[in-house]
């Protein structure tokens, strides 16, 4: 006669269920807005800024490798000479492009008209302090070396 035992139940190893909720956190994840989002700042914040004012400057938008946005002025083609861009306030990010409070969508290239402030990222609120969300984004996009063009006013040529 053969005694059958119950079997053991089967285990799932921690570390199986630790790579489980992971995967499923990253999945979550996945839907939440990527990245620092779009630096903004409202048209009393950038009025307040004392630098150098850019009326009507063409130029393109310019998607750099890690992601930030710079302003190339006329046919500017270094990054060195590239400002990294605040936004005003209406402005949206699209991935890896712009919408514009006005209606349209800039992207890596496209040409626009824009109006503005130039400053050193420190002028910027906030800007002196590395852990500060401009401070650091700031500091993440080289404004610390290239400066800042906050724009008042953006729009497609």
């Given amino acids: 006669m053969t005694s059958t035992s119950p079997r053991p ?20 994840c996945a839907d939440d807005e990527a990245g620092l989002g779009l630096p903004t700042l409202s048209p009393d914040e950038a009025d307040a800024l004392v630098g150098t004012s850019v009326e009507n400057a063409t130029g393109a938008l310019h998607v750099e490798s890690n992601g930030c946005f710079s302003w190339r002025a006329g046919d500017a083609a270094a990054d060195a000479d590239a400002p990294w861009i605040v936004w005003p306030e209406g402005f949206e990010q699209d991935d890896d492009g712009v919408l514009l409070a006005g209606g349209g969508r800039a992207a890596e ?25 401009l401070g650091s984004f700031g500091r993440f996009c080289h404004a610390d070396e290239r400066g800042v063009i906050v724009l008042t006013d953006a729009t497609l040529r």
């Fill in 109 to 133: 290239g496209t040409a626009m008209t824009v109006s503005g402030v130039l400053v050193p990222l420190d002028a910027l609120p906030d800007g002196a302090t590395p852990d500060s969300y």
């Fill in 9 to 28: 139940a089967p285990r799932v190893s921690a570390l199986v269920l630790a790579a489980a909720a992971l995967v499923a956190s990253l999945g979550a």
